[in-house]
């Protein structure tokens, strides 16, 4: 299988955020199961910079886009058992930032045009074309334009995958021929136009084979106006192509047995070498040398859909628990004066760094005890993976990838990997907080088994990469062959989303496809986005939910009208314990039996309805 990887960032050549992590280590992975896999990005300055003298020149064409006719080198390098691809225009890519420029429009449509102009200079012709974020949203629908003309781009199959439906690639529609080149019937017929602009995004989704969301629950939230940020008609048109697909981790990278970059490595067995990483920790950010006083950490961008909300309104209450914060991140203002603020109301307990410093977060990693991540949205979220593998245990709200990695933590039978709240409420975010540092006060045991959960977790790439490769599999029609070594993994039900080993708890992820859960808790507290302004180059800004507190609008989705599930997914399970659903579900299994049934078809009705 031939796969060409088309992304805007990679690691380790340049990253903003944990789609450069993914394509990083995704590509990789695909190889090792037998994919023939090249990566295509920009060749930006910075990568020029810092890997120009291992780069092969390969050559160099012209890519005609609109009225533009523009010179694109092509440079490559092998790696990982992966070709990877730089396209070259300095008047695009030699800039300081890799985004945010008021031309970006212009250098990813650029970007896109020459993949698909380039692709006569690849090493192979594609079956399979996956593209990333607004970025590369263009591809699939060049391949689209060019197919009409030439049969060779109508034998390239597409897969988008969402890492954050936030950033569309929203523009005025006007600007379609001049900046695109294509032709206003694209926005006529709507296949582009979304709420009046051309939106990149959904043109990509409506033309691709396959989209998926990076978490099973992302996918499944991105059919909600609360997360999909006008998206939620579209997504719901797409769902029978539509599914989420968890990310992983580097397992190499990111392994406290080895990883040269902490004080003292450690390991299930021997975790002694945990307890020197946190008091370099507590010395290194200036907190009291306390080894029984359980860290709390939050390694994050300081912006609001974090959830940084719910720690500004119970930071008080949180620090009157027997526990020390550590935050580092940079973002907004208002948080970051927020935390400045407060860390200086609690010397030697709370210490915050405004910084983005890879040395320190794995610091943090490894020597704190617990980690929050309590997010409004999560598309997947690699931090807390990252966290459990250290032994810090995560205490997350139960959203997109959050909840599909953390397990809530049932210490009566000991199950479960960290601590999870449903609400986007504060009150019970501090409700679990507290339940977190008092297991570890007061029951250590149970806290280090509970952590060895978290450790044994299995967010290795090859799993995500067999689901990947069971996509394209699906939609360039091929057979797959299994290795021998994955057979057994290969023969689990297709919707097998666990990411954790067999000793972990029995929960499953919710299905990508399922029904809104009735204690969905975000659609019930907050208001449905409003028209949000559009900027013709920016990404478009969430707009900030009311407080949580706030009485249901009545726009909101009421779980009754949503969509039925797609047929073949199974139903979802509670979060509740496993016992207690068992017990309920076989009560109540009879008595609904005939309800379900004529429920079904009425929501099969108003589904073709829609
Ligand atoms: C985006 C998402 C994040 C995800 C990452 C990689 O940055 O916000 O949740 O882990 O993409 O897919």
């Not at 057979?479 to 972990?504: C, F, G, H």
Request: charged share 25%.
């Amino acid at each position: 299988m031939k796969i060409l990887y088309v992304t805007s960032e990679a690691v380790p050549f340049c990253k903003t955020g944990g789609l450069a992590d993914v394509a990083g280590s995704l590509p990789p992975a695909l190889a090792e199961q037998g994919a023939e896999v090249a990566v295509v990005l920009p060749l930006y300055e910075r990568v020029r910079d810092r890997f120009g003298s291992q780069l092969n020149f390969e050559c160099y064409d012209y890519v005609d886009l609109a009225w533009r006719h523009s010179y694109c080198g092509l440079f490559s390098m092998e790696k990982d058992g992966v070709t990877w691809y730089f396209l070259d225009n300095e008047q695009y890519f030699s800039r300081g930032t890799l985004y945010g420029q008021a031309d970006d429009g212009e250098r990813f449509a650029f970007f896109s045009r020459a993949v698909v102009r380039m692709m006569d200079h690849f090493k192979f012709w594609p079956e399979v074309v996956h593209c990333n974020d607004w970025q590369s949203a263009l591809v699939p629908i060049y391949l689209k334009d060019d197919g009409v003309r030439e049969d060779r781009y109508r034998s390239i199959k597409t897969v988008v995958t969402i890492h954050n439906i936030e950033y569309q690639g929203r523009y005025n529609p006007y600007v379609l021929g001049e900046l695109f080149g294509l032709d206003a019937g694209w926005a006529k017929d709507g296949t582009i136009l979304l709420d009046g602009d051309a939106n990149l995004l959904k043109g990509a989704i409506l033309c691709a084979d396959a989209v998926n969301a990076v978490s099973p629950t992302y996918a499944n939230e991105l059919k909600m106006p609360y997360f999909a940020h006008r998206m939620e008609g579209v997504m719901r048109q797409c769902s029978n192509k539509l599914s989420g697909v968890l990310n992983g981790i580097d397992m190499k990278l990111y392994d406290p047995r080895t990883d040269g970059r902490i004080l003292k490595n450690f390991s299930l067995e021997d975790m002694a070498g945990k307890d020197d990483c946190k008091a370099e920790l507590q010395r290194m950010v200036g907190l009291r040398e306390e080894p029984h006083t359980p860290i709390v950490a939050m390694v994050s961008r300081l912006v609001s859909h974090k959830g940084l909300d719910l720690i500004c309104e119970v930071l008080h209450d949180m620090m009157e628990l027997p526990m020390q914060l550590v935050v580092l991140g940079t973002g907004d203002q208002r948080y970051e004066e927020f935390f400045h603020w407060a860390a200086q109301q609690y010397p030697g307990r709370m210490s915050v760094r405004m910084d983005y410093n890879e040395d320190l977060s794995m610091a943090i990693y490894a020597g704190a005890d617990l980690f929050l991540m309590p997010s409004k949205s999560e598309p997947c979220g690699l931090s807390q993976m990252i966290a459990m593998r250290y032994g810090t245990v995560p205490i997350v709200r139960e959203t997109g990838g959050l909840k599909d990695t953390v397990q809530p933590c049932e210490s009566w039978r000991d199950a479960g990997n960290g601590f999870s709240f449903a609400n986007y409420s504060s009150g019970d975010m501090l409700h679990v907080i507290r339940e977190a540092v008092y297991l570890y006060k007061d029951y250590p045991d149970v806290f280090s088994r509970l952590r060895q959960r978290a450790m044994s977790c299995d967010f290795s790439w090859a799993r995500s990469a067999r689901e990947y490769l069971r996509i394209y599999a699906t939609i360039t029609g091929q057979a797959w062959p299994i290795p021998t070594d994955t057979r057994r993994a290969a023969e689990m039900p297709a919707e097998e989303p666990a990411p954790v080993e067999e000793s972990a708890p029995v929960e499953e992820p919710a299905p990508a496809e399922e029904p809104v859960p009735v204690e969905e808790p975000v659609p019930a507290e907050e208001p449905a986005p409003v028209e949000e302004p559009v900027s013709a180059e920016e990404p478009v800004p969430a707009e900030e939910p009311a407080p949580a507190e706030e009485p249901a609008p009545v726009e909101e989705p009421v779980p009754a009208e949503e969509p039925a599930p797609v047929e073949d997914k199974p139903a979802r399970k509670p979060r509740k314990t496993a016992a207690k659903t068992a017990k309920k579900s076989e009560k109540s299994e009879k008595k609904t039996e005939k309800k379900t049934t004529a429920k079904k078809g009425t929501a099969g009705k108003k589904k073709s309805a829609e």
